[in-house]
Nanobody, 125 residues
Framework: VQLQAWGGLVQAGGSLRLSCAASGGTYSSYAMGWFRQAPGKEREFVAAISRSGGATYYADSVKGRFTISRDNAKNTVYLQMNELKAEDAAVYYC????????????????????WGQGTQVTVSS
C-alpha cells in the first residue's frame, strides 16, 4: 500500500488535522499508525488505530490532545492535533500494518510494513 500525508503550519495552542491517504492495497486490512521525528531526535510513536477503528493507542505526550481516526470508505487515516506545542513540531509519518486481526494495534515501528514520505508540521510561537 502506498501512503501520502499532508501537514501544515499552525500557531502554538492551535489545531491541525493531518490526513494520510492509502492506495494500491486493501486499506481496511491495515492497522494504521502515526509517528514523528524532530530534528536531531529519533522517530517516535504518536498514535495508532486498528483496522476496524475500534481500538486506538496514544503516546503519553499526546494523550488528551491528539485523536486518531479513520474512514475506510475513503482509505484515509486522520490525526487531529489540538493544543499544539512547540515540541510537537516534527516530520510526521503515517504507516500501515497488514493484519487479519481487526482489533490489532501497535506502537512499534518495526511492525509496520509501509510508510508514507513524511509531512512537516511547523508550530509557530
Amino acid at each position: 500500500v502506498q501512503l501520502q500525508a499532508w501537514g501544515g503550519l499552525v500557531q502554538a495552542g492551535g489545531s491541525l488535522r493531518l490526513s494520510c491517504a492509502a492506495s494500491g492495497g486493501t486499506y481496511s486490512s491495515y492497522a494504521m499508525g502515526w509517528f514523528r521525528q524532530a530534528p536531531g531526535k529519533e522517530r517516535e510513536f504518536v498514535a495508532a488505530i486498528s483496522r476496524s477503528g475500534g481500538a486506538t493507542y496514544y503516546a503519553d505526550s499526546v494523550k488528551g490532545r491528539f485523536t486518531i481516526s479513520r474512514d475506510n470508505a475513503k482509505n484515509t487515516v486522520y490525526l487531529q492535533m489540538n493544543e499544539l506545542k512547540a515540541e510537537d513540531a516534527a516530520v510526521y509519518y503515517c504507516a500501515a500494518k497488514g493484519t487479519v486481526n481487526s482489533g490489532f494495534v501497535t506502537y512499534l515501528s518495526k511492525h509496520y510494513d509501509s510508510w508514507g514520505q513524511g509531512t512537516q508540521v511547523t508550530v509557530s510561537s
